[in-house]
């Protein structure tokens, strides 16, 4: 990845991208962005289903094998190893601490979490051979804010932090960016299904006064892989409105 002085963010050449839960909702939004912008972006789901016209390939991030295996598929497809991997896939199994089984902390943790970790580490090798990488982890406002009833999920997008900035640690001298994107609340099929007196509750919590677009958390996951962000390492971008401020 070059450094670059110039101020727009779009790509100064075509990269190669991997979107891991990419076949909808805010995952759909960063690979589409990706593929505007003349990026060769595969997206990485459980079905391997094409979207849109954007390429797919099967991948499960509970499975260390899968991830291996859809990494070096993308590779093929996009026509190099991957340099810019945003981890995005995600579950939540919401529940009171008292009644959380273990089953139900431990799938989300090695969804959310675990899931991150084995897509970075496929990246990697061919990261630090090109000196060169971007990744970027999908957390959440609630992983910094905490929230009642999620314990799991919450705990999940936090490990999100120490593991991009460990990650910015150990491979920054390579050329080898790691950030945290943590959006609030966003206009989702599960937004949706909130009713209208619990939507406008949310609301008036949020500086902003409304939800976010899927667009709108692309556009940071965008500039954080495009040149201009060479600089930015370790970083957690909120895209919240407001909602977590000073956390
Ligand atoms: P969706 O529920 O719409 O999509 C989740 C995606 O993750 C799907 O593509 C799903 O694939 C994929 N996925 C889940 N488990 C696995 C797995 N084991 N292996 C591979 N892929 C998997 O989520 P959103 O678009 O709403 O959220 C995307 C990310 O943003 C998540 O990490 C979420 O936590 C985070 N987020 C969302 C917010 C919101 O308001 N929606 C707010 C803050 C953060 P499949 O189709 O195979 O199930």
Redesign the pocket.
Known sequence: MTTSTETTSAPSRRRTVLV?????????AIARRFQAQGDAVVI????GEDVEGIPAVT????NSESVDAAFAKAAQIAGGPIEVVVA?????DDGLLMRMSDASFENVVD??LA?AFRCARAASTGMIRRKGGRIIF?????GLFGSAGQTN?SAS?AGLVGLARSIARELGGRGITANVV??????????AALPEERQAAYKATIPAGR?AQ?DE?AAAVAFLASDDSAYINGAVIPVDGGLGMGH
């Open positions: 891991t839960g990419g076949n909808r909702g805010i995952g759909l990485m789901s459980r079905s991948g499960d991030v509970t995005n896939a995600g579950i939540a969804t959310n899931g999908v957390s959440s406002v609630v999920y997008k943590a959006p609030g609340f966003i206009e989702t099929d599960m937004t939800f899927p958390v």
